[in-house]
């Protein structure tokens, strides 16, 4: 962990990051609060079948990185060509993902585009089979410096769907 001052200008404004030194050397940024909680998140969304963001959700939120402005962010850009974060989409505890599939958003930091993603449904199981998951990872990768940190996520459902699922996000990395 280091902090960095991308603009160099006051150090007053420097921001904690993780610097990894190995082969392709990068710079994180980890959000605020990297565990979407476990929850039956579409319950109470309604019986049309739609997105339902995150942040619009009761304990929803958006994502939030701590500690850089967007002048920080604007020279933390000029100084790298790749960026990327992962997400791990999780059933709860004693529950596996099952065939069927459903569409999920990742907002965008510009907040004007977003990725399309799939992912499996949750159900409860007695026992997990070897080879049944419970989790699936999304990974997002970009020469585009302005669609990562992702900020919001939403998925396709409606109050159907009542089984527990959270997300973990990960750091968003530049290099």
């Known amino acids: 962990m280091y902090y960095i001052d991308p603009n160099q200008g006051s150090p007053a404004d420097a921001i904690l990051v993780y610097c990894d030194f190995t082969a392709a050397p990068k710079t994180c940024l980890s959000p605020l609060h990297p565990q979407v909680p476990m929850t039956a998140w579409l319950k109470d969304s309604g019986t049309n079948s739609s997105f339902h963001w995150l942040s619009s ?14 002048v920080q962010m604007r020279f933390l850009r000029l100084n790298s060509r790749l960026t990327s974060q992962n997400i791990i989409y ?16 990742f907002l965008a ?18 026992e997990l089979d070897s080879g049944e998951r419970r989790d699936s990872g999304f990974q997002f990768e970009s020469e585009d410096l302005n669609l990562l940190p992702l900020r919001d996520l939403a998925v396709f459902g409606s109050s159907d ?15």
Do not use: I
Not at 57 to 70: A, I, L, N, R, T
Not at 96 to 105: D, F, L, N, S, T
Not at 111 to 126: A, I, M, N, P
Not at 161 to 174: D, H, S, W
């Open 161 to 175: 769907l009542t089984q527990e699922f959270g997300f973990t996000v990960g750091p968003v990395c530049f290099s």
């Open 90 to 105: 999780s059933c709860q505890p004693g529950n596996k993902q099952r065939p069927g599939e459903r569409e999920v958003k």
């Open 57 to 70: 959700m009761e304990k929803g939120f958006q994502f939030e990185y701590p500690g850089p402005d967007v």
């Open 109 to 126: 930091d510009t907040q004007r585009q977003s990725y399309l993603g799939t992912l499996r449904d949750c159900v409860s199981s007695e």
